[in-house]
């Protein structure tokens, strides 16, 4: 059986189970449960040292005990890949304990004809869904033994692929059973990004990055797809996680389109930067953390 070993475990964060169960548990008590139960949440996929106490603030507003099936949707960082791709694994281990992926899921989406295969180098080479998974491990650990994965690997999709992606995936995020999990960090900023865009209205450079960021953030809030594609073609937002976030945005759309019933909400409920940049030789990666309920 196919197993995706945990490839990060022991550089991007810890290796022992007791420690990062200790560690995972002293951030998601940082945090409130302001915004849930979550339907989806967006959260970073950094190291912990960097974002895990960010990520918390997401994973605290999951209610494990009505979660059947956990979507993960992840960046792809190293291969080129225009559509979005599944994993050919059966278990992903964690250093909590193993989580299974749901094949009959799996072989729904397949059926659409959208989706390639992972295979299972792609697959531990790539940290945007890995980063996730200690994470959900924790808030699902009562419940370890009623739920599935779905890791999807998402590629650079036109505004039109993340339209038709986000109608495939619309069936299922309107299942309360269903939990999306969309890895983005936000902006990449300085030279080694190729990205140094400084407006100085906002006074210090990280100052301008947040800026940048929570201008991104509000669209994000406001759940419009269009209106994302503009700003990252306008400023061009060094967000990893642009399209994974967009087929959420294009899904609740569709959602919302189908069912006039539905009210969604999404806030944001944590930012975060790895350092506060001053001039143009330094560089950080911002980290935002929030959550999509269905009322």
Not at 132 to 140: C, E, Q, S, T
Request: with cysteine.
């Amino acid at each position: 059986m196919p197993v995706r070993r945990a490839a990060h475990a022991g550089s991007w964060y810890t290796d022992s189970g007791p420690e990062l169960s200790r560690q995972l548990d002293f951030w998601l008590n940082q945090a409130d449960l302001s915004h849930g139960p979550a339907r989806a949440i967006i959260a970073p996929h950094a190291g912990y040292q960097y974002c895990g106490a960010c990520g918390g603030h997401a994973y605290r507003q999951i209610s494990p005990v009505v979660v059947r099936r956990i979507f993960i949707l992840g960046p792809s960082h190293h291969v080129r890949l225009s559509g979005c791709a599944l994993s050919s694994a059966q278990k992903y281990e964690t250093p909590l304990y193993d989580l299974t992926i749901d094949n009959q899921v799996n072989s729904d989406l397949e059926i659409t004809g959208q989706f390639e295969w992972m295979d299972m180098d792609t697959d531990e080479n790539e940290h945007s869904i890995e980063m996730h998974l200690p994470y959900i491990a924790k808030v699902m650990e009562d419940y370890k033994r009623q739920f599935t994965i779905v890791p999807i690997l998402v590629g650079s999709l036109s505004p039109d692929k993340e339209a038709c992606y986000g109608r495939i995936l619309s069936t299922y995020l309107a299942d309360p059973q269903n939990l999306f999990i969309i890895s983005s960090d936000f902006c990449h900023w300085g030279h080694r990004f190729r990205y140094t865009y400084y407006d100085r209205t906002f006074g210090s450079i990280h100052q301008s990055i947040e800026g940048l960021d929570r201008m991104g953030m509000d669209i994000i809030e406001n759940l419009n797809p269009t209106e994302f594609t503009n700003y990252l073609k306008k400023y061009g937002n060094t967000i990893c996680g642009r399209h994974p976030i967009g087929v959420l945005l294009q899904a609740v759309q569709e959602i919302l389109r189908n069912d006039s019933s539905q009210n969604a909400s999404f806030k944001f409920l944590k930012y975060a930067q790895s350092s506060q940049c001053r001039n143009m030789n330094d560089s950080s990666v911002s980290y935002a953390s929030g959550a999509l309920m269905f009322e």
